[in-house]
C-alpha cells in the first residue's frame, strides 16, 4: 500500500486538491452525525453522510476522495479488511480517521497498521474530533494511506518505430476505462510527441512551463494545464517548435512527478527515443521501466543496453519487457523464445500486429483498446502484469474516478 516519493520534497500544503473536497464524514447515528457537523464548521469544511465504511468505499468508487475521510466501523464484522478495501479506492494523498464503538487496544494497533490516521471511541466529543483532526491533517508522521503515492511508469523505446507511444496511450486508456483509476499520461518528449494526437487532443504549453518553473507546479496548475480525455485519464503533452533547443537539469520533472503521483493512480510517462538528462532522470526514479521492442536484433540489442540501467541510487525498478507488433515480419522476425533468452528474462507482454485494427479505430475515432480482440486482451494483460490486479466487468451506469 505504501509508496515511497525518491524525488525531494518541498513544502507540502494542507489544502485540498483542486476538484477534491476538503472532508468527507460516514456516519450510522445521529450524536456522532451533529458532533461531526460542528467540527466541520469550526477546524475543516466538510460534509457529513449517513452510512458506514461500505457505504464509504461503494461512495469514493464514484467519486473524488477528500483530504480527510472519516469512516464509521461500528457493526463491521472484519474493520481491518474493510479498511484494505478502502485505501483500493482512495486516491493518493487521503488522512483516514475511523470511528467505532469497540474499545480495544488490539483493534487500536491493527487500524494504525493499516493505514488509518487516527481511530476514535464512540461517543464523539468536540474535542476528540478536533484532535484527530489536526493530527491527520498536521501530524508529523502521515499514516500509510496518506503517504501512498501513485505509481510511477516509465515507458521507453528500445529503437525509434516500435509502438511505445501507442502502447502507453492505450495502456493509460485501459487503466482508466477499465480499471476505474485516474491517469496521468505525460509525453516527455516536447517537440515530437504524439500522445495528444493519438487521443484527439490539442497540445499544451504548460508542460514546458512545469520543466522550467517547476515551483509553480501545484494541484491548481495541474488542473488548467492538463486536458482531460473521459473522465479519468488527464493529458500534458506539448509541441515546441523544433527551432528552439531546450536545456532543462535532470531534477526539472521532479516537482511534476511529485505532484502527479500525489494526485493520481497512475503516472504514464512516454519518454522520448533520443535520451536527455529529464528522460534518463524519469527512468531512474520509476516504480515500473516498460520496455517495448520489436521481432529485431537491434531491439533486442538495445533493450538489454536499457535494462542494464541502475536505478535512483544504484536500486533495481521492475522492468516489464514488452514485444509490440508480434508477426509483423514474418519469418524474418527473431523468435520470440530466442528474445527471452538473449534478454534473459520472462517478456511481460506479446502484442500483435493489427494494422485493420488501427485503421478501423482510426477512421471511427477510437482509442483501439476500445474494441475487443487481441489487442485489448494483450493490453488487459499489461495491466494486470503491471497493477497486479485484474480487470472486473464495469456496469456501463456506474460512475468512477
Known amino acids: 500500500m505504501e509508496l515511497v516519493n525518491p524525488t525531494a520534497a518541498p513544502e507540502k500544503t494542507n489544502k485540498a486538491p483542486a476538484g477534491r473536497p476538503a472532508a468527507l464524514a460516514f456516519v450510522t447515528d445521529a450524536e456522532s452525525e451533529a458532533v ?91 474535542d476528540l474530533v478536533a484532535k484527530a483532526l489536526n493530527t491527520a491533517l498536521h501530524g508529523a508522521d502521515a499514516a500509510p494511506i496518506s503517504r501512498k503515492l501513485g505509481k510511477l511508469i516509465a515507458f521507453a523505446g528500445a529503437r525509434g518505430g516500435v509502438g511505445t507511444s501507442t502502447i502507453a496511450v492505450n ?43 517547476p515551483l509553480r ?91 542494464r540501467l541502475d536505478g535512483l541510487d544504484g536500486g533495481e525498478q521492475r ?10 515480419a514474418g519469418r524474418r522476425a527473431v523468435r520470440v523464445d530466442e528474445m527471452a533468452g538473449a534478454l534473459e528474462r520472462r517478456l511481460g507482454c506479446i502484442v500483435p500486429f493489427q494494422p485493420a485494427l488501427f485503421a478501423t479505430a482510426g477512421a471511427q475515432g477510437l482509442v483501439p483498446v476500445e474494441q475487443n480482440g487481441r489487442f485489448a486482451d494483450a493490453i488487459g494483460a499489461l495491466a494486470t502484469e503491471i497493477s497486479g490486479q485484474r480487470t472486473q466487468r464495469i456496469s456501463r451506469w456506474r460512475l468512477f474516478r
Not at 476505462?177 to 493519438?198: E, F, T
Open 36 to 126: 461531526l457537523q460542528g467540527a466541520f464548521l469550526e477546524e475543516e469544511p466538510g460534509i457529513v453522510l449517513r452510512g458506514n465504511i461500505t457505504k464509504a468505499i461503494q461512495h469514493l468508487s464514484g467519486a473524488r476522495s477528500p483530504r480527510i475521510l472519516v469512516v464509521d466501523i461500528s457493526d463491521v464484522a472484519l474493520p481491518v479488511s474493510e479498511v484494505h478495501h478502502l485505501a483500493d479506492v482512495c486516491e493518493p494523498g487521503v488522512s483516514v480517521i475511523a470511528i467505532g464503538a469497540r474499545n480495544e487496544v488490539g483493534l487500536y494497533r491493527d487500524l494504525l497498521q493499516a493505514g488509518v490516521a487516527e481511530y476514535i471511541v464512540k461517543p464523539l466529543t468536540p
Open 171 to 213: 495502456l493509460s486508456w485501459y487503466f482508466a476505462n477499465r480499471h476505474g483509476r485516474r491517469v496521468a499520461l505525460l509525453d516527455l518528449d516536447l517537440h515530437n510527441g504524439v500522445c495528444n494526437l493519438m487521443l484527439n487532443l490539442p497540445p499544451s504549453s504548460g508542460l514546458r512551463d512545469a520543466l522550467e518553473n
Open 319 to 328: 522492468d516489464v519487457i514488452i514485444v509490440n507488433r508480434k508477426g509483423e
Open 217 to 307: 507546479v501545484d494541484s491548481l496548475f495541474l488542473e488548467r494545464t492538463m486536458t482531460l480525455h473521459g473522465e479519468r485519464l488527464f493529458v500534458l503533452g506539448s509541441q515546441e517548435p523544433l527551432e528552439q533547443e531546450l536545456h532543462l537539469p535532470a531534477t526539472a520533472v521532479d516537482r511534476l512527478i511529485e505532484v502527479l503521483r500525489e494526485q493520481f493512480h497512475y503516472v504514464v510517462v512516454d519518454l522520448p527515443r533520443l535520451p536527455s538528462a529529464v528522460s534518463r532522470r524519469v527512468f531512474e526514479i520509476a516504480d515500473t521501466r516498460a520496455i517495448v521492442v520489436d521481432q529485431t536484433l537491434q531491439a533486442v540489442r538495445d533493450a538489454a543496453r536499457l535494462s
